[in-house]
């Protein structure tokens, strides 16, 4: 479990400090079992740890082996020449490239104890020679949350993301050697004992985006919008369909969509960018294990971020709770204010967050992005999206016959084609996906747009606010239309993060547009 409210890492659970499992190669049995009954589920504990000293035993046999046949002295110098190889290669990519520095920030959504207002995460990249340097002077000092990294994960995020733009090259600490991380102490970026680090995938996702737009602008031919931020659920109690009545943990997280490419779309329903091999799981599996039932499971229309290359699409999961007693649900995610960005002229994504139904409510209550031990019932539903990744390039931009296939395939929406990329489309026979674009009112609302968006871009937020809380705009159009962030529950606006979102909005889009504009008249 987790409590996102924890400042200090006392609150976040029992702290082991490093102790042998194993010794002399005989089972630790009262140490393993004093760290599986502090778990929801022990056994499960217990045949992981036996799992990784079996791992482990595999990779002593086989250095052993080729010990005895090759000889320590030759195994030793080839695993360094393995090192030195990578550090070779990627010295020689970086002396190629031009000096210079470029920087940019991201955003936490939050801190709870210091009211509204997002959380900036920055970042200065320095390239001279055949080094790089990583600065993140200037980032928010550490927050009262779990959303704190220490150095070690703030390094791993730098090694993944700039990794990212090396992808032929192999990954071994030879490219550690080539570059330096400034991370200031006591910074969201460099938390220091005993401060509170259980989210630290938070801040770790941002690092990434961040990197990956400053690399971007390096080498543009790779370049990519954000992706979407990885979302863990958790929900436990009692499991009633059994008469023993044993805890149940639901822990569950979503693939999302991956931003817009120069000169491709984001990937859809993939797993977030610094989790790779994490896999959804099978809701079957879940059912059987859990007492919940999921309703739905499917690509959500409208996620992606436009763009002239748009951005992956997300999907939205829906569950109730069953047979259960004293079940508590607890939510961890971010980018319901720090909106997945795009760039180059590319537009934001959409907001996460939880949503509950209670069984006898007649309405949904937004409970947003992060949460802990909320108490729920038997025939309570809740629903949650994740994020497409940011769009690429100028909406206004895209091919019509590519947003005609968007609407087929269900990634967009006629209503949206419209709004975020002035494709007018019709339906036709949409039973056989038989759509057509009125190219004469595309001509025209596009030109309509390019002569206003500025414009609706700087709308007085409050006004924004008011159309929301009235029903005339919802979430995608507040965001995408009037850059403006508000509390998603009240409709209520949020000028501090407004502010900040608008100011990355100018700098990650509007300009592309007015110097776009200003080329073509």
Known sequence: SFDVTAKDMFKEGMRITPVRLFHKGVFCRDVAHLIASNTRDPASIIGD?????????????????????????????????????????????????????????????????????????????????????????????????????????????????????????????????????????????????????????????????????????????????????????????????????????????????????????????????????????????????????????????????????????????????????????????DRERAIVWGINGGLPSMPHGLTLKRADAAESEWLGSVFSDVSVSSGDEFSRPTAGGGGFGDPLERDPKLVLEDVIDEYVSIARAAKDYGVIIEAVDPEICEYRIDEAATVTLREHMRSSRLDWMRTDPEHVAEWYRAGDIDQLDAVRRYGVILDWDQGTVLPISTQQFRDMLEKRTLQHWMQTEAVTA
């Open 49 to 333: 740890i036996h799992a990784q000293s079996q791992a482990t035993q595999v990779c002593e046999r086989e250095i052993i082996r080729l010990s005895e046949k090759y000889g320590v002295d030759t195994v030793l110098e080839g695993m360094g020449a393995v090192q030195d190889y990578v550090e070779r290669a990627v010295r020689q990519r970086l002396a190629a490239l031009p000096d210079g520095e470029w920087e940019t920030q991201d955003f936490i959504d939050r801190d709870p104890i210091s009211g509204e207002g997002m959380i900036p995460i920055k970042v200065k990249l320095t390239i001279k020679g055949d080094r790089a340097t990583y600065d993140f002077t200037g980032s928010h000092p550490t927050i009262g949350s779990i959303y704190n990294s220490a150095f070690g994960s703030t390094f791993s995020a730098v090694a993944a993301g700039m990794k990212t733009f090396f992808p032929d090259l192999p990954l071994n600490s030879g490219f550690y050697r080539v570059f330096d991380v400034i991370a200031p102490e006591d910074s969201i970026v460099n938390a220091r004992w005993p401060v509170a680090v259980t989210g630290f995938l938070m801040p770790f996702e941002k690092i990434m985006n961040a990197i990956y737009e400053i690399w971007s602008q390096i080498m543009p031919e790779r370049a990519t919008a954000c992706a979407f931020n990885l979302e863990y659920l958790l929900t436990g109690g009692k499991d009633a369909r059994s008469p023993e009545k044993p805890i149940f943990m639901f822990y569950d997280w979503l693939p999302g969509g991956w931003g817009g490419r120069n000169g491709k779309d984001g990937s859809n329903v993939t797993t977030a960018s610094f989790g790779v091999g994490l896999m959804s799981q099978p809701v079957e599996g879940q059912e059987r294990a859990n007492p919940i039932l999921t309703t739905e499971f499917q690509i959500l229309t409208d996620s992606a971020g436009p763009g002239k290359w748009r951005g992956g699409v997300g999907v939205r999961k829906t569950s109730i709770m069953q047979d259960a007693e004293d079940p508590v649900i607890s939510y961890i995610c």
